[in-house]
């Protein structure tokens, strides 16, 4: 009889070698399946990818239309609406790819970082799955399959620098390997997505016509296409500081000293739909962009400084909720066209969170064999979590001052 740590290796081994064929496609080749989940935050999700990437099956239930009555994500009600719904999605990805989760090589789910009372009925969820059907575990970071899932759609080689921007987070990091990254900077105080979501409550566009089914970055950039966005002059965040960490609520701030300002001007009270709503959504929105673009150029400049991204063809990946902001995907542009590097950003859909990003993530750590574990081995999920190597104070200590950038974007 093996003992209990050599059972266990055998048994990843033999999943190594799984093959699987579909009643409907007859024999395909030998490859290995991964089950995702997500419920990092407000959207629920699961994915079962292939070892090629492709997507098999998957599901989403999204919060957007109850968070967007309730003025904001209540933690409670996010985890209440993953409860009812987890055990729905993933039957749903399931059956739609047509795999019993006997076939299953692993599950992957996110346990960090996120809202604590989402990521724990995932996790709970995930934990009774693979001892139910004796499937190996593997835990993922949120931020480093937002980093990995263009991996899923393209040949794009390690190291690479990536800019990932959502509701709860900004950062940049220079993705060295699957679970190997340098931490160039990160949000001080609030995340970009986060700052336009209070800024679309402030100006209550809920109210507006167009705006009423969108969430608040949604709103902002809808409205910002008709917008002057000269009109209103916000300062860009920590322009004195030259490290590539990110603050979003100073701006904030500004923004709504301009909008009492307005308020106080036309005579109207909080909760009505400025005559300058456009103006102000369009200024805000090119400020985001400008200081997530002056401190990606500052990290683009780090690394080359320092030989942290390869001479030939280095690629920036932008990702995150926020990367399907396409305002901001041109900024961004502009800097990597400036600095001589390839933009990639993955469609919008794959931006937002979902299953299969984080069925991806383990796909990519089950071929290296990184970070999975037997299905008893218990787990705890953590709402704050740092994504590799905190390398900001090199950043910081290097000061690096900007070249000037024309940053003329179309709306």
């Given at each position: 009889m093996f003992p209990t740590k050599l059972q266990t290796l055998h048994r990843l081994l033999q999943l190594r070698h799984t093959c699987w064929s579909s009643p409907s496609l007859g024999r395909a080749p030998c490859s290995r399946l991964v089950l995702g989940i997500e419920t990092s935050c407000d959207d629920t999700g699961a994915a079962v990818l292939d070892e090629t990437g492709a997507i098999l099956g998957e599901s989403l239930h999204s919060q957007?239309?109850?968070?967007?009555?309730?003025?904001?994500?209540?933690?409670?009600?996010?985890?209440?609406?993953h409860r009812e719904n987890i055990e729905r999605v993933v039957q749903e990805a399931l059956d739609r790819s047509d795999v019993d989760p006997s076939r299953l090589s692993a599950v992957a789910t996110t346990v960090k970082p996120g809202l604590g009372l989402s990521l724990g009925i995932g996790l709970e969820f995930s934990q009774r799955f693979v001892r139910q059907h004796n499937k190996p575990f593997i835990p993922i970071h949120h931020m480093e399959a937002h980093a990995l899932t263009v991996r899923m759609l393209q040949p794009v080689a390690f190291p690479f620098l990536v800019l990932l921007v959502s509701g709860g987070h900004s950062l940049l990091a220079v993705a060295r390997g699957v679970d190997d990254f340098l931490l160039l900077g990160y949000t001080l105080d609030e995340a970009p997505g986060d700052t336009l979501d209070k800024v679309a409550r402030r100006l209550s566009l809920i109210k507006h016509p167009q705006c009423s089914t969108l969430s608040g970055g949604q709103a902002i950039e809808l409205l910002a296409k008709d917008g002057d966005r000269m009109r209103f002059r916000f300062r860009t965040p920590m322009g004195q500081t030259h490290d590539c960490c990110f603050s979003f609520a100073g701006l904030r701030n500004q923004v709504n000293m301009t909008i009492m300002k307005e308020e106080a001007e036309e005579g109207v009270q909080q909760g009505t739909l400025l005559s300058c709503v456009n103006d102000i959504a369009a200024a805000t929105q090119h400020t985001v962009a400008s200081h997530l673009?002056?401190?990606?150029?500052?990290?683009?400049?780090?690394?080359?400084?320092?030989?942290?991204?390869?001479?030939?063809?280095?690629?920036?990946?932008?990702?995150?909720?926020?990367?399907?902001?396409?305002?901001?995907?041109?900024?961004?542009?502009?800097?990597?066209?400036?600095?001589?590097?390839?933009?990639?950003?993955?469609?919008?859909?794959?931006?937002?969170?979902?299953?299969?990003?984080?069925?991806?993530?383990?796909?990519?750590?089950?071929?290296?064999?990184?970070?999975?574990?037997?299905?008893?081995?218990?787990?705890?999920?953590?709402?704050?979590?740092?994504?590799?190597v905190d390398m900001t104070a090199e950043v910081k200590a290097a000061a690096i001052r900007l070249p000037s950038v024309r940053m003329k974007i179309p709306n």
């Open positions: 957007k239309e109850v968070h967007l009555r309730t003025g904001g994500i209540i933690p409670k009600v996010a985890q209440q609406l673009a002056k401190r990606t150029h500052r990290a683009i400049l780090f690394c080359k400084a320092n030989g942290l991204l390869p001479s030939n063809s280095p690629t920036l990946v932008l990702s995150g909720g926020v990367a399907s902001n396409q305002y901001i995907r041109k900024a961004l542009t502009i800097i990597a066209e400036t600095t001589g590097l390839r933009l990639l950003c993955p469609p919008a859909k794959f931006c937002t969170d979902n299953g299969v990003m984080i069925a991806w993530n383990g796909v990519e750590r089950l071929r290296e064999g990184k970070g999975i574990l037997p299905p008893n081995v218990d787990v705890r999920y953590e709402p704050k979590a740092q994504l590799g």
